[in-house]
């Protein structure tokens, strides 16, 4: 089975500071993805990766970064984070391009901006 | 902008009953439409998915309905368990290289004993 594993499952920060949220897959897949999620707005797309070095912005990229150095890992960045960034954050991952391709989430980062 | 508009919001059901979850769809360049399950706790995983060259498909107790002329498609569990009890998401995308998936805002359905 596909492994995604985000390192925090609780997050607390303050305003202002730089947060970094990280995410693994075990399975060698091509694409990995950010998302927020929030009650009553459903899965919004922050950022995407089809390669390594490569990101695409997704429908909400404003306020974040992303980074991705290595094929299996994938970074969130807040870079200086606000109090509307408080959200569950999921990480998924998948093998090739294409819409079809089945994504695989991770658990989720709870993160609280103070 | 791409929109995929889900309803209800949430949904009660009891035990053994058929609850039916809504979505439509504005891009007709769409044409792959998941549904993905989530559990409290934890991430979304996908349940079932659909091409528009059919107008059903049925895995287990779950079945998608789609309706391409009203862009519609639609989420039926039969014989409902209170174990699928949990948020349902529908999506859209095209197949083309670099799509990314379009979810609705959610359905969250409890399913009582």
């Known amino acids: 089975d596909v492994k995604v594993t985000q390192s925090s499952r609780y997050l607390v920060k303050r305003t202002g500071e730089k947060v970094f949220l990280e995410c693994v897959q075990d399975?060698?897949?091509?694409?990995m993805f950010w998302y927020r999620q929030d009650p009553g707005l459903g899965l919004r797309l922050i950022y995407f990766s089809y390669d390594v070095k490569m990101k695409e912005k997704g429908d909400i990229p404003e306020g974040y970064s992303v980074s991705r150095e290595k094929k299996e890992r994938f970074s969130l960045i807040l870079e200086s984070a606000s109090t509307n960034q408080t959200s569950m954050y999921l990480c998924?991952?998948?093998?090739?391009?294409?819409?079809?391709?089945?994504?695989?989430f991770g658990d989720g980062t709870r993160l609280s901006i103070l | 902008q791409q929109q995929v508009k889900q309803s209800p919001q949430s949904l009660i059901v009891q035990k053994g009953g058929i609850p039916i979850i809504n979505c439509a769809y504005e891009?007709?360049?769409?044409?792959?439409f998941p549904w993905y399950q989530q559990f409290p706790g934890k991430g979304p995983a996908l349940l079932i998915a659909?091409?528009?060259?059919?107008s059903e498909k049925k895995e287990g107790r779950f079945t998608i309905s789609f309706n391409k002329s009203a862009k519609q498609f639609s989420l039926h569990i039969m014989d409902s368990q209170p174990g699928d009890s949990a948020t349902y998401f529908c999506?859209?995308?095209?197949?083309?290289?670099?799509?990314?998936?379009?979810f609705g805002k959610g359905t969250m359905l409890l399913v009582s004993p």
């Open positions: 399975m060698d897949h091509e694409n």
């Open positions: 998924a991952s998948s093998l090739y391009q294409g819409g079809n391709q089945p994504q695989h």
């Open positions: 659909i091409r528009p060259d059919v």
């Open positions: 999506a859209a995308s095209t197949l083309s290289g670099y799509s990314t998936l379009t």
């Open positions: 891009n007709t360049a769409f044409d792959y």
